[in-house]
Structure formats: C-alpha cells, structure tokens
C-alpha cells in the first residue's frame, strides 16, 4: 500500500485496480481496512482504528482515495465533497478516440441501471436521469490512444467512463462501455490523478499527486512525458 499523505485527521492513499475501497459481496479485503491495520500496527493503537470512507472509486479504477482519522475531519470532508466546495480532483483517462473538440464541457443526464451495473446516458431529461456534468481537455496522445485530463463537477456512477464513451471515446479496458478488449491486469486505463482541497481541520490548502500504475508501459510514457516537474510533489 502506498500512502502519499498522512496527519492527525487524515491519510491519503494510492489505490491500484485490484483493489476494493469498501468491503463487498466478494469478500475481498477491502482498501479501507487494509489503511486500518496500517495505522494500527504503525501506532502500535489497542483496539478498533477509526476510519472514514470520504469517497470511492470503481474495482477498475486506479488513483488517489482519501480516509479520514478523525470523526471531525470525516464530518467536514463529506460536506465538502456533498457540496463540490474547496476541493478539486481531476483524474487522467486514456482513450481509443481522440475527442472531436481537444477541450470541453459535458453534460448529460445519467440513469443507473443497477441490476446491469451499467450508466445509461441521455442528451435530454428522463425520468430517473441525474443531470451529470464534467469537463476534460486533451493533455496527449501517442499513435493509438489519447490521454485526456478530466475534471468531475458531480460525482454519479460510472460517470466519467459513461460520458466518454458516449462521445466516442471509451477509456483503454473499459468493455462495459465499448472498448473491444480488457487489460492485462484486469484493470481499466483512469486514474484518479490529483486532489487540492483545503484542509478540513488546519484550513490548509493540501495538492496531491497520484503516480500512475508503474506495471503499464503506456501509463508510464504518458506520465515521463506530460508531468511537469513542478507537480511532482506532494505537500
């Protein structure tokens, strides 16, 4: 496991596509209690580790998740994220198909189709649909696949991977929504890149950066290539 921040109130970790942040119907150890012995044995802590669960991200997805320490900070940070308030993460995406505008704004209506696990996307209102909004920009591409930064404006299900698709641009793995063959590692090329909030207890403006999965060649090549070394800490 590896941690990429870490205080009193809060641990922010880098979760690989393997990975479960909560616990399933699968019986996986789930990421959320692997941080618990983490804490536990580095603490040396008697008993029960509190851990807040702020945010998810899919089996398939790979990126930074962050934890609260403290039923305080668990408390704000849910109401920052409830709210989209002092606190932006954007994610990188490598697709099939290059976008035909290289910025832009997307917004649909999103209907969840539980029993299907799948996101149904609509241009126009529908009964059931969540008004869905996203923004990307074209960061780049090698000869086959194009690496897109993507910036959520409202968290629903499956939501950035249904929006690409649906302008033609299904993520690298992602079979559920149109591209033609998995990945090795089971995985699906998104990866939630970076975070900025402010600090929900010190009110410090906290920046993360996430390192891409170091066992995918393409991922590695496209993080060489288009990370400034200005971005490469994290504070």
Request: hydrophobic share 30%; glycine share 6%; proline share 4%.
């Amino acid at each position: 496991m590896e941690v990429l921040y870490e205080d009193n109130h809060i641990i922010v970790v880098n979760k690989s596509c393997s990975e479960i942040v909560q616990g399933d119907k699968t019986g996986d150890e789930p990421l959320s209690e692997k941080v618990q012995k983490y804490l536990k044995e580095k603490y040396c802590k008697p008993g029960n580790v509190f851990i807040g669960v702020v945010h998810r991200l899919d089996r398939p997805v790979s990126g930074l998740v962050l934890f609260a320490k403290t039923s305080k900070a668990l408390s704000r940070l849910n109401e920052m994220f409830r709210d989209h308030q002092n606190i932006s993460k954007k994610y990188w995406a490598i697709v099939k198909n290059c976008p035909k505008k290289e910025e832009d704004t997307l917004i649909h209506y999103l209907y969840r189709n539980e029993k299907l696990n799948k996101t149904f996307v609509y241009e126009k209102e529908k009964k059931g649909a969540k008004k869905s909004e996203l923004s990307y920009k074209l960061i780049g591409h090698t000869d086959h696949y194009f690496l897109l930064e993507v910036e959520l404006k409202t968290g629903r299900h499956h939501q950035i991977r249904s929006q690409l698709a649906h302008i033609g641009c299904p993520i690298k793995g992602d079979l559920k929504y149109g591209f033609e063959r998995s990945n090795k590692n089971g995985g699906i090329n998104l990866h939630a890149r970076s975070l900025e909030f402010i600090h929900p207890v010190s009110k410090k403006k906290i920046s993360i950066i996430a390192p891409v999965p170091q066992d995918d060649t393409l991922w590695s090549l496209f993080e060489q290539t288009f990370t400034p070394a200005s971005t490469e800490q994290n504070n």
